[in-house]
């Protein structure tokens, strides 16, 4: 399980705090708790363990919906987690950061979810829309639309999402 690359990557920003300090932050911070939730509800659906329950406690805290066909690679961060969907088959790769109300969304007529790859940011309120692949260590910005595939190591923004820099 990746839980503790999880709430490693949650925690980076207090790294240079004491360590009873990152302890107790380890217990009280929201993005601790969602990836925890999530976690288990991934680890429910491998072991065939029914994930209702944990899913509804997700959407009722955090308002977070997460399809248990989704993948998701360790090292997830949540700074702000609420109001994030992840449709069925998408892809999150490792190091990926997905702030509030984030969507990865399936396309009308395509069974399949975006692809995150590695170190992906996903900032507040972006969308990724479809079977489309956002490339290695991209960023898309606030609000943006993702409706095509974006290559690595770009930033992208706007509705729908240009490329900003290459």
């Excluded at 999530?38 to 659906?45: E, K």
């Excluded at 977070?64 to 992840?86: D, F, K, M, Q, V």
């Amino acid at each position: 399980m990746n839980l503790s690359r999880d709430i490693a990557r949650n925690l980076q920003d207090y790294r240079d705090t004491p360590p009873w300090r990152r302890f107790f932050l380890a217990l009280t911070l929201n993005s601790v708790h969602a990836v925890c939730l999530i976690r288990l509800q991934q680890w429910c659906y491998q072991h065939r363990i029914p994930t209702l329950v944990v899913a509804k406690l997700l959407f009722w805290i955090f308002r977070i919906e997460i399809s248990n066909e989704a993948s998701i690679g360790p090292g997830l961060r949540l700074p702000h987690p609420t109001g994030i969907i992840i449709a069925p088959r998408s892809t999150i790769g490792s190091n990926c950061d997905l702030y509030a109300d984030t969507r990865l969304m399936l396309a009308n007529g395509h069974p399949q979810g975006p692809t995150l790859n590695d170190g992906v940011f996903m900032g507040d309120g972006a969308k990724a829309v479809g079977k489309i692949e956002i490339g290695q260590n991209s960023v898309v910005g606030v609000s943006a639309v993702v409706t095509r595939n974006i290559p690595p190591n770009v930033r992208a923004a706007g509705i729908p999402a240009r490329i900003l820099n290459s």
